[in-house]
């Protein structure tokens, strides 16, 4: 190669994946061109809560990720003008059960992170919208940091092309990946020496027969906001339910939870059959993010079911007391998962083509950290 021919990039897809690995390959000094089907992000990487979340990751590579990715963040919302608030998190207790998951949790990992148990009272000064009948403790994490997906995603996009050069080609679909080009249009292409997929939607079409040969699956989920509550109340960290230490990696290392689960599945099979576990997280504007269901299978159904919004919605109100629980809006988000329990999917399929995908839900929280792992 000319020494003094600078690299190229393509990345396909702006969602929080892809504007990650822009940044990393930035970094690395590529020249990078981003290609978005649609004319902005409007996929799973805008329909979250906009939690960064260490606490919920498992100890190695998932943790490290996390608390960089929070790093990042921190770094790019200054840079972008980005709302953001490090507001850490509230796991709620109101059973035996749920309070000696946690506590073990304090004894796996008190001496990595910044997390401990605290009481009622404790728990009643750190929120006024956590509810404190026959609460028992909570697990306070002080690493969280929360954003509003919606607008922090766009920002990004604008802030890489604005500061770091990045040339984003919007409402462009790629067609095909051939001998190092990406093709789009009629007879449009683009050569580089790396092209990086990180579109689920795109890696399943560009690269059907790998898609349909891997242990992938999809993800549906249903979420809610909530009118901002009035005269800018704030609800403090992001609560939880204790559904939440039954969906996390990291509570699945406690021996405590095997008994939990046994309780819910007898006494909360429903939530447990459609994947609902209940967490709340508060945006600037003072709205309020609920949620959410998982579904999985290759075919989502593309309608909600109001029964699910009633089950998550039922159960916020066990464990939360805000000013106003009036609806201001509900949606579904799909992303791609992994079958095997692997938090991503790094493969590549052709010479100089990687597909970074499949972060099963947990692109706020990695793709910092984790696109700058990957040997571009």
């Known amino acids: 190669m000319n020494q003094n021919h600078q690299k190229t990039a393509v990345v396909i897809g702006a969602g929080i994946v892809g504007l990650a690995s822009a940044r990393a390959l930035v970094n690395k000094g590529y020249r990078v061109t981003v290609y978005e089907r649609h004319a902005r992000p409007v996929g799973a990487s805008i329909r979250n809560f906009g939690m960064i979340w260490p606490v919920g990751q498992p100890a190695g590579e998932s943790y490290q990720w996390a608390m960089h990715t929070r790093e990042v963040w921190k770094d790019v919302c200054l840079k972008a003008n980005i709302w953001h608030e490090p507001t850490g998190s509230l796991h709620l207790a109101y059973s035996e059960l749920e309070l000696a ?20 009272g404790e728990t009643a000064l750190k929120s006024p919208a956590a509810n404190r009948s026959g609460l028992k403790g909570a697990l306070w994490s002080a ?26 080609r919007w409402n462009t679909c790629i067609n095909r990946i051939a001998e190092s080009a990406v093709y789009y249009g009629a ?21 059907p027969d790998l898609f349909a040969g891997l242990p992938i699956t999809k993800c549906k989920l249903q979420m809610m906001r909530l009118v901002a509550q009035p005269d800018s109340w704030r609800i403090g960290p992001p609560l939880c339910g204790g559904l939440s230490l ?15 689960r046994e309780r819910a599945e007898n006494e909360m099979s429903e939530y ?3 994947g609902i576990h209940v967490m709340v997280s508060q945006q600037g504007s003072g709205e309020l993010t609920i949620g959410d269901s998982h579904e999985y299978g290759p075919c989502p ?23 106003d629980y009036r609806l201001s809006a509900s ?26 995908n499949a972060l099963g839900g947990a692109g706020m929280t990695l793709s910092f950290g984790l696109a700058e792992s990957v040997d571009f």
Not at 194 to 205: K, M, N, P
Not at 301 to 315: A, C, G, R, T
Request: proline residues 2%; charged residues 25%.
């Open 143 to 168: 690493e969280e940091l929360i954003v509003d997906p919606r607008e922090a995603v766009g920002k990004i996009a604008a802030y890489l092309e604005e500061q770091e050069g990045v040339v984003f």
């Open 101 to 120: 998951v946690m506590e073990e949790y304090v004894a796996l990992y008190g001496k990595e992170r910044d997390c401990r148990i605290l009481t009622a």
């Open 301 to 323: 159904d593309p309608f909600d079911k109001q029964y699910i919004n009633d089950l998550v919605m039922d159960y916020l109100k066990k464990f939360t007391q805000f000013k």
């Open 272 to 274: 447990l059959k459609w």
């Open 331 to 356: 949606w579904n988000g799909i992303y791609a998962k992994m079958t095997n329990g692997k938090n991503h999917l790094l493969q590549q399929p052709d010479e100089n083509v990687i597909v970074l």
């Open 246 to 260: 039954l969906h996390y990696g990291s509570f699945q290392a406690t021996a405590a939870v095997t008994a939990l």
């Open 187 to 207: 007879d449009e292409s683009q050569q580089a020496d790396l092209i990086v997929v990180c579109s689920g939607a795109d890696f399943e079409t560009l690269y």
